[in-house]
C-alpha cells in the first residue's frame, strides 16, 4: 500500500505524507490478514499438505546421525531391536504417544563393599522413599525372577545399556537414588517405502504404533510433510460428495432466480408511494435477522408429518390424512421445503440491495416513461432492469456465494442425511468423522466453486456491457 | 390517495369523450394501486405466517404442540408451558449465556478495530483508498465456511479450543468487513464542515472529533454494534466447529436436532428469533447504511 515513499506532484512541491489515514486501517488490516487471510491459506494447505507423511529413519539411534531411509505413514513395519535414549529438552513438551523408560543414578555398594555409582532402569529398583515433591530418594533392587535370570543387575555408566557396565549389584541391596533421567525408547524397524525397497533404521517411539506381539508394528504418523492428493481423493470418493455437490447445485438454481423475481417485486411495492409502504419494507426486511438454523425449523414446523401444511390441508378438506413430506422416499419434497425456506428467508437482503438500486433511479425517467404509456413490464424491462444492474450483480454473487453454503437449513428438514450438502459434509467429517484435512477439502472446494462463479458473473456482465458499447 | 389523484378529477366544463378517458386513467391508477396493494399484502402474509406459526406453537402446552390438526394461537391454549420445558432442558441457559457473551465480545471488538477504519474511508483520501475499499468488499464475499476449520485446528494448537472467546474472534473476522463498510458511511453522512467549524473555534482535531462528530454518530455506531449482536447470535457454522463443550444457544439448539422433541425444537426456534426480530426493529432505519452499501 505504500509503494510509492516519495508522492511529488508536477510542480516539485514536496508534500508531506500524511500516515494517520494508514495508522486508523491498520488495525483493521492486521486483524483480517491474522483472522482471515492467514486461516484461508491454511485451510487450503490443510486440503493439499499432509505435515506426518513421510517418517525418516536414521542409521543410528540419535537425531542427528544419516538418514537411512523414508517410510510412508501408515506402513507396516517388523521392529528388530528396541533401546532408551535421553529425550532433548525441547522435545519434551510437544512429544505425544512415546514409550518412556525411567533410569536412575544410583549409589550403592556390590557384594565385595566396593561402592558403585551409575545408571540403572527403573524396573530394576523398588522405590522405597520419596520427598515431598514424589522425587524417588532411596530404594532396593529388585530380585530378579526366573531360574535362568542373571540373578545379578548391572549397573551402566550411562543411562542405556550399550553403555559400559560399571558395576553388578546383588537383589534387595539398597541403593541411593541421585538422580533420575527419562528416555524414550527408540526401535530398529525395517519396512517397505511406497517404491517397494525395504528399508531399515532407528525411529522415535512416538511415530510407531506397536502391535501386541510387541515384533511388528505400523508407522503412526512421519516426522516430514508431503504434499499430497490423498484428502482430495478421499473427498471425491466419499458416499456422500456427489449428492452433495448436486444438491447444493440444484438449489442454487432453484433459490437464485425466485429470488431476484420476488426481491424485484417486493422493491417495487415497496417503492410504489403506498400509505404504508414503510410498514411493507420493515415486514420484508424481518428474515434479515433470522438465523438459517431458526429458518429450518419453522419451516420443519411448517412441513412435518403433524405440521402446519397436513393441517391446513385437512381443515380446507383437500386431504382425509396426513401427507408425509419430509422422508427418503418423498426427497423432492425435501428440496421443495429446503427452497421455501431459503426464499423465505434470504429474499430480504436481495430486497435491500435492488430497493438502495431501485432509489437510484431518478423519478423523472420513470414518469417521463409512465407518461408515454410504458406499461409496467415495459418499465420494468427497458428501464429498471438495465439501471440496477450493478445492484442485481452484487446481489447475485452475493446470494450464490450464501447458497454454496447452505447448511443449518438442510439439516433442520433433512436430518442431515436424506439431503446434504457440501457444507454439511465439512461440518460432518470435522465434528462427526474427526476428519480435519478432508473437512478442509470439502471447504476449499466451497471456495474455489465461489470464487469461480463469481468469476463467471463478472466475465458474462462484463462482456454484455462490451458488448453494447461496441 | 385522494390528494393525488385530484388533480386527475376531469373539470366539470369538459367533453364527454375527455371526461371518459379521465375516469378511464383514475379507474387504472386505482386499479394499479389495488393491485400493488395486493401483492404487498400477499408478500407480508408470506413473510409474517411462519413466524406466527412457530409463535403459537412455543406459547402453547407441549400436548397441543404434538395434537394434529393444529390450530393457531386464538383457537389453542395460551401457556408458557413449552418455553419452560424449553429453557429449563440441559444446557439451554448457559447457551443463551454464551451466545450473550459471545455477541457482545464480538461487537465490542469490530467495534472498536472498524471504526478508526471507516473514519479513514470516509475522511482521508490516500493512496490505496480504494484497494482497501475493494478488499474489505471482497472479504465480505467469500465463503466464510472455509475459515472454520483451519481456525479450529490453530485454536486446538494454541490450546484455546472450545472457548467463547476464541468464537467471538472468529465472529469479528466475520463482522468486521460489513462493519468497516457501515462506519465509513455512517461518518461520511456527517458533514467535514462541522469539524472545520469546531476546528475554526479553537479545538483541536480530536476535540473536533470527540465533542462534534461521535455525539452525531454514536447512533449509527449503535445499529452498527447491534447489527454485529445480530450476525453473532445467528451464526450456526463457526459456532458448531468451534465449541464442544461451551456451546452456544444455536450450537446447543443444532446438536439435539436429532433426538428432541417437537415441542423443543419449535421454542428454541421462537428463542432464536425473538431477540433478532426485537433488535432489528430498533436498527430499521440504518437497515440501507448497512446492505446499501454492498451495492455501490
Not at chain 1, 227 to 239: H, N, S
Not at chain 2, 25 to 34: E, I
Not at chain 2, 243 to 262: D, I, K
Request: include cysteine; charged fraction near 15%; aromatic fraction near 12%.
Amino acid at each position: 500500500m505504500n509503494e510509492d515513499s516519495t508522492p511529488s506532484n508536477s510542480l516539485g512541491r514536496r508534500r508531506r505524507r500524511d500516515w494517520t489515514p494508514y495508522l486508523l486501517i491498520l488495525p483493521t488490516v492486521l486483524y483480517l490478514l491474522l483472522f482471515f487471510a492467514w486461516p484461508m491459506f491454511r485451510g487450503l494447505g490443510l486440503a493439499i499438505w499432509n505435515p506426518e507423511a513421510l517418517l525418516a529413519l536414521r542409521a543410528e539411534a540419535t537425531q542427528d546421525s544419516a538418514i537411512a531411509g523414508k517410510l510412508p505413514q501408515g506402513a507396516e513395519v517388523e521392529i528388530l531391536e528396541r533401546q532408551g535414549n535421553l529425550i532433548p529438552p525441547e522435545e519434551q513438551e510437544e512429544a505425544a504417544n512415546l514409550l518412556t523408560e525411567i533410569w536412575f543414578k544410583i549409589k550403592s555398594q556390590d557384594a565385595e563393599g566396593r561402592e558403585v555409582i551409575g545408571w540403572v532402569p527403573d524396573r530394576r529398583i523398588r522405590v522405597r522413599e520419596k520427598d515431598e515433591e514424589e522425587r524417588p530418594l532411596a530404594g532396593t533392587v529388585r530380585p530378579k525372577l526366573g531360574a535362568k535370570a542373571d540373578p545379578l543387575t548391572s549397573v551402566y555408566a550411562e543411562p542405556n545399556e550399550r553403555s559400559e557396565v560399571v558395576g553388578r549389584l546383588e537383589s534387595r541391596v539398597r541403593v541411593d537414588i541421585v538422580e533420575q533421567a527419562v528416555l524414550e525408547v527408540w526401535f530398529l524397524v525395517r519396512g517397505q517405502n511406497k517404491a517397494g525397497e525395504t528399508v531399515q533404521g532407528w525411529a522415535q517411539s512416538r511415530y510407531i504404533q506397536v502391535f501386541g506381539d510387541e515384533e511388528s508394528g505400523r508407522v503412526d504418523r512421519g516426522n516430514a510433510g508431503q504434499l499430497t492428493a490423498e484428502y482430495i481423493q478421499k473427498m471425491t470418493q466419499d458416499r456422500f460428495f456427489k449428492p452433495a455437490l448436486y444438491a447444493t447445485l440444484i438449489l442454487t438454481l432453484l433459490i437464485i432466480p425466485v429470488q431476484l423475481v420476488l426481491a424485484i417485486v417486493m422493491a417495487l411495492v415497496v417503492q410504489a408511494r403506498l400509505k404504508g409502504n414503510t410498514i411493507f419494507l420493515y415486514i420484508f426486511a424481518i428474515p434479515l435477522a433470522i438465523s438459517d438454523l431458526a429458518a429450518g425449523i419453522i419451516w420443519y414446523a411448517i412441513f412435518t408429518q403433524h405440521g402446519f401444511l397436513n393441517s391446513i390441508l385437512q381443515g380446507l378438506g383437500f386431504i382425509d390424512a396426513p401427507i408425509t413430506y419430509l422422508s427418503v422416499d418423498t426427497r423432492y419434497w425435501i428440496f421443495i421445503a429446503i427452497w421455501l425456506a431459503e426464499v423465505w428467508r434470504a429474499t430480504s437482503l436481495v430486497m435491500i440491495i435492488v430497493v438502495s438500486g431501485l432509489q437510484a433511479i431518478s423519478e423523472e425517467v420513470l414518469e417521463a416513461a409512465e407518461v408515454f404509456g410504458a406499461s409496467l413490464w415495459e418499465r420494468v424491462r427497458y428501464i429498471i432492469l438495465p439501471l440496477l444492474r450493478p445492484s442485481l450483480q452484487v446481489a447475485l454473487i452475493l446470494r450464490t456465494i450464501f447458497a454454496l453454503q447452505l447448511f443449518a437449513v438442510v439439516v433442520a428438514l433433512s436430518g442431515g442425511d436424506v439431503v446434504t450438502t457440501l457444507a454439511n459434509e465439512t461440518f460432518r467429517q470435522y465434528s462427526l468423522l474427526r476428519n480435519p484435512h478432508v473437512a478442509a477439502s470439502y471447504a476449499s472446494f466451497i471456495l474455489l466453486l465461489s470464487v469461480g462463479i463469481a468469476f463467471l458473473y463478472l466475465r458474462t456482465i462484463r462482456t454484455q456491457q462490451e458488448l453494447e458499447q461496441s | 390517495m385522494n390528494a393525488n389523484a385530484s388533480h386527475l378529477e376531469a373539470p366539470p366544463e369538459m367533453s364527454p369523450e375527455v371526461r371518459a378517458l379521465h375516469r378511464r386513467m383514475l379507474w387504472r391508477r386505482r386499479l394499479s394501486r389495488g393491485f400493488t396493494y395486493f401483492v404487498g399484502i400477499l408478500l407480508a402474509v408470506w413473510i409474517l405466517a411462519p413466524i406466527y406459526f412457530i409463535f403459537s406453537m412455543a406459547f402453547t402446552t407441549p400436548e397441543t404442540v404434538r395434537s394434529y390438526p393444529k390450530g393457531v394461537l386464538p383457537f389453542i391454549p395460551f401457556s408458557l408451558e413449552t418455553m419452560r420445558f424449553f429453557l429449563s432442558s440441559y444446557g439451554i441457559v448457559p447457551g443463551i449465556v454464551n451466545s450473550v457473551v459471545v455477541a457482545v465480545i464480538t461487537l465490542v471488538l469490530s467495534t472498536i478495530i472498524s471504526a478508526p477504519a471507516g473514519y479513514a474511508v470516509s475522511r482521508y483520501l490516500f493512496k490505496g483508498r480504494n484497494a482497501f475499499r475493494l478488499s474489505i468488499l471482497a472479504v465480505r464475499a467469500f465463503p466464510i465456511l472455509i475459515l472454520a476449520i483451519p481456525l479450529a485446528v490453530m485454536f486446538i494448537n494454541l490450546n484455546i479450543y472450545d472457548n467463547v472467546f476464541s468464537l467471538a474472534l472468529m465472529h469479528t473476522a466475520l463482522a468486521l468487513p460489513l462493519t468497516v463498510l457501515v462506519m465509513s458511511s455512517v461518518f461520511a453522512s456527517v458533514p467535514y464542515e462541522l469539524e472545520e467549524a469546531a476546528m475554526v473555534f479553537g479545538c483541536t482535531r480530536a476535540q473536533a472529533f470527540v465533542r462534534v462528530v461521535v455525539p452525531l454518530v454514536l447512533p449509527g455506531v449503535a445499529a452498527a454494534a447491534i447489527f454485529t449482536f445480530v450476525m453473532s447470535w445467528n451464526e450456526v457454522f463457526a459456532a458448531t466447529i468451534l465449541t464442544v463443550r461451551n456451546r452456544t444457544l444455536p450450537a446447543q439448539v443444532f446438536f439435539t436436532l436429532n433426538s428432541s422433541s417437537e415441542p423443543y425444537q419449535f421454542a428454541g426456534a421462537f428463542a432464536m428469533v425473538v431477540p433478532a426480530l426485537i433488535f432489528i426493529f430498533l436498527i430499521r432505519r440504518y437497515l440501507f447504511n448497512m446492505w446499501g452499501q454492498v451495492s455501490k
